[in-house]
């Protein structure tokens, strides 16, 4: 069967220069609960990616986004490989309108800069994802 795709935001200030990207604090399942996270979710069948990931954005955080370039993951690879079964696609993304609030899926928000994104206890698939963004972030 082929894998799932899940799609991911790292939201920044600013597409062009970013210094800050959004992590979101899960609330379920519990496995997961407190863990931090690049926002988004599955997308469904049929569903093209990034329609899916404005859904997940919208309908997670409120807002609506400029979606960016793709953050390519590494060699060959079609997406960043999450768990058995899971492979994630990630974009640059910034907001378009809105403002982020925590919903449901999240219990806390936080922008995170170069010096203080890796303080956070990320799901442990983000943690690559997360070294390429540290890679491309400008000094706050
Ligand atoms: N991840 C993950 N990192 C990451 C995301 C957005 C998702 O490792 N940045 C994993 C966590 C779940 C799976 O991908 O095991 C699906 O993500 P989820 O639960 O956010 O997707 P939803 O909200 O679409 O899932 P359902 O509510 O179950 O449909």
């Avoid at 062009?16 to 931090?36: H, K, N, Y």
């Amino acid at each position: 069967m082929a894998d799932q795709l899940v799609v991911a935001a790292v939201l920044v200030d600013d597409l062009s220069a970013p210094t800050r990207a959004l992590a979101a604090r899960r609330t379920r399942p519990e496995s997961l609960a407190g863990r931090w996270e690049l926002p988004g979710g599955k997308v469904e069948p049929g569903e093209d990616p990034v329609a899916a990931l404005r859904r997940e954005l919208r309908e997670e955080l409120e807002v609506d986004l400029e979606v960016g370039a793709e953050l390519e993951a590494p060699g060959s690879l079609p997406g960043w490989p999450l768990t058995a079964g899971l492979v994630m696609r990630v974009w640059w993304c910034a907001v378009a309108s809105g403002e982020a609030h925590a919903g449901e899926a999240h219990d806390a928000l936080a922008w995170v800069d170069a010096a203080s994104i890796n303080d956070l206890a990320w799901l442990t698939p983000d943690l690559p994802v997360v070294d390429a963004i540290v890679a491309r972030l400008a000094p706050a």
